[in-house]
């Protein structure tokens, strides 16, 4: 199993002098070793996810923007999975009593005020000083669940101690089953909820972007759990150390004692595959379209994958989500809740906690905005007739 980051670590890399000051809302920019712009920002200044976007790509080093924002090789999925998106037309009911709408989703028995899950995304520490800590506080400030990387650079007991809100993990098998076990049982103590096992990246895709700017994690930053680093590997080492099959699929849910979903299924016959394996649900993802370049958007892959598990377990869908509509166009298509990934990392690299806060806060006026426009009052409302169809070309 390959790992997140074509980097090298322990190199001088961002060489961060960091200066971070905190004055309530008021966040001043780290000042990274080559950042364009430092000036203060006011969270609520920026109004969008695509703001925050340019506004990360002013204010972090060129190396840490590029890891974040950067897709696979000639970056076609990356740029389709936002087209896909954007070529999804609303279809909206007027004359309806929108004064309260209901976002809330039930999921492994937890009612989440939003449909949306902060999506695992490795090595918080590149992206702001305070790193997997920040995302924690501002998670659980946000009223959101956030999966935590096998790829974070910060122990899950630290994270669990400042952590007020759900955490579930994200699983990377390791070579030594033990340590994938150990790895399991130190997330359930730590409180995670659920477990995503990324199924979509037996290497790691042609990231030549992130590769080009020498994406380096910064001194002294470690991943206290990838033992392919502690084993001496480098990261950017993608050969094959190790097979995970659909084998360790059914292995794992034996030990786990909490759900298991499969982030990174695409297709009806993996789908099925994974009911076989006794998953509790999948995540329609390609990995923030990182790996394997020309995949389909995931929105255009959602239909089949939601046809095919026909109700028996949650669908949750990443990739490319952007806006409230784009949220709504998800559970059009049978999601029960999407993942955003880069969007709160810009918040992160932006504001830290009060930067993941405001991105979610965003989110959540758009998702209440567009279900109010459209008529629907609940989630439950949202189906297939809330878009236009055919879909414009
Ligand atoms: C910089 C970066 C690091 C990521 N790290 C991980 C990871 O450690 N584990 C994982 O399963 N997925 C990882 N992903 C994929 C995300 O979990 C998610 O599928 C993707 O970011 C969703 O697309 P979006 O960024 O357009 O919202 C990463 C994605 C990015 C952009």
């Known amino acids: 199993m390959a790992f997140e980051g074509a980097a090298a670590t322990g190199t001088a890399g961002l060489a961060m002098a960091i200066a971070v000051r905190h004055t309530s809302n008021r966040v001043m920019q780290p000042t990274f070793a080559s950042p364009s712009d430092t000036s203060p920002v006011e969270m609520s200044d920026l109004l969008s996810v695509p ?14 923007y590029e890891f974040l924002a950067s897709g696979a090789a000639d970056e076609n999925t990356l740029r389709w999975n936002r087209e896909a998106f954007d070529r999804i037309r609303l279809r909206p009911r007027v004359l309806q009593d929108v004064t309260n709408v209901d976002t809330s989703v039930s999921l492994f028995g937890r009612t989440h005020e939003l449909p949306i899950i902060l999506a695992p995304i490795a090595y918080h520490r590149a992206l702001h000083p305070d790193g997997e800590l920040a995302t924690a506080q501002g998670a659980a400030a946000s009223g959101t669940t956030w999966v935590v990387s096998t790829a974070t650079t910060t122990t899950l007991e630290d994270i669990a101690g400042v952590a007020t809100g759900p955490l579930w993990f994200q699983l990377y098998v390791q070579p030594d089953p033990e340590i994938t076990k150990d790895l399991i049982q130190r997330a359930e103590s730590a409180g995670c909820e659920a477990l995503c096992l990324t199924v979509d990246t037996p290497v790691q895709g042609a990231r030549d972007r992130q590769a080009r700017s020498r994406f380096a994690l910064p001194a002294g930053v470690t991943t206290p759990y990838m033992t392919q680093l502690a084993s001496g590997r480098p990261l950017n080492d993608t050969r094959r150390g190790f097979v995970v099959t659909w084998n360790d699929v059914e292995w794992l849910r034996s030990i786990a004692r909490v759900p298991l979903l499969l982030k990174g299924i695409l297709t009806a016959e993996d789908a099925e595959r994974a009911v076989a394996a006794g998953v509790d649900g999948i995540i329609v993802s390609n990995h923030g379209a990182r790996n394997l370049d020309t995949l389909p958007a995931t929105i255009d892959a959602l239909p089949e994958v939601v046809q095919h598990i026909g109700g028996r377990m949650p669908v949750l869908v990443d ?7 784009d949220i709504v166009k998800a559970i059009a298509l049978g999601a029960d ?3 955003i990934g880069r969007p709160y990392c810009y918040g992160l690299a932006v504001g830290g906690a009060a930067g993941v806060r405001r991105v979610v806060e965003i989110l959540r006026t758009e998702l209440q905005l567009a279900m109010q426009l459209m008529g629907r009052g609940s989630l439950r409302e949202i189906d297939s007739a809330a878009l236009w169809s055919p879909p414009a070309r």
């Open 337 to 339: 809740a999407v993942m």
């Open 319 to 325: 990739g490319g989500i952007r806006r409230g509509t």
């Open 51 to 64: 703001e925050f976007e340019e506004h990360a790509r002013r204010c972090m080093p060129a190396m840490a």
